[in-house]
């Protein structure tokens, strides 16, 4: 993930592999997608909602075939940027369960623009296209960080 690079002495290593055994559960508690990855690792630090952050942002950048550096750049970019942009502030925000405040510091942006954009993809996927594409996006996200995932019956 191009991303890390950014984040310092915090390592994304740490959640798998680091000597307090920090693995998710297998356990099917979780795999109800309201169950999201800080109820089985606890609320992250800064520096780890940070990592997960960026690993939603390389996720975003590959599934929207958009630049990882336009997602993570504090300018103004375009619209279809900035909607992928929320819809990954969305995700890391319902799908991952990190504070607002904590997806405001990974996106390198403000609380209010986080909330701004996961009440606009809220009210936005009343619209079934719409919703899909994120279904399909937290879906992805699930899996990259090895939540268990439920397939909603649309068989998608």
């Known amino acids: ?5 950014r984040v310092g002495a915090c390592e994304f290593s740490r959640f798998v592999t680091d000597g307090e055994t920090r693995d998710l559960p297998e356990s099917d508690e979780h795999a109800d997608p309201s169950s999201p990855l800080v109820h089985a ?60 405040a904590a997806v405001a510091t990974g996106f390198g942006r403000d609380k209010s623009t986080v ?8 009210d936005m996927r009343d619209d079934i296209e ?3 594409i994120v279904g399909r996006a937290e879906r992805v996200v699930r899996v990259a960080f090895n939540l268990h995932v439920r397939d909603g019956g649309d068989g998608q």
Request: proline fraction near 3%.
């Open 1 to 5: 993930m191009q991303g890390l690079g």
């Open 41 to 100: 690792m606890g609320l992250p630090s800064e520096c780890e909602a940070t990592v997960l952050c960026d690993g939603v942002i390389d996720l975003m950048a590959a599934l929207f075939s958009v630049s990882g550096r336009q997602l993570r750049s504090p300018k103004r970019q375009g619209r279809a940027v900035s909607r992928v942009r929320q819809i990954g502030m969305y995700i890391a925000h319902t799908t991952l369960g990190l504070r607002m």
């Open 115 to 122: 909330m701004y954009a996961c009440h606009l993809v809220e």
């Open 130 to 132: 719409f919703d899909r």
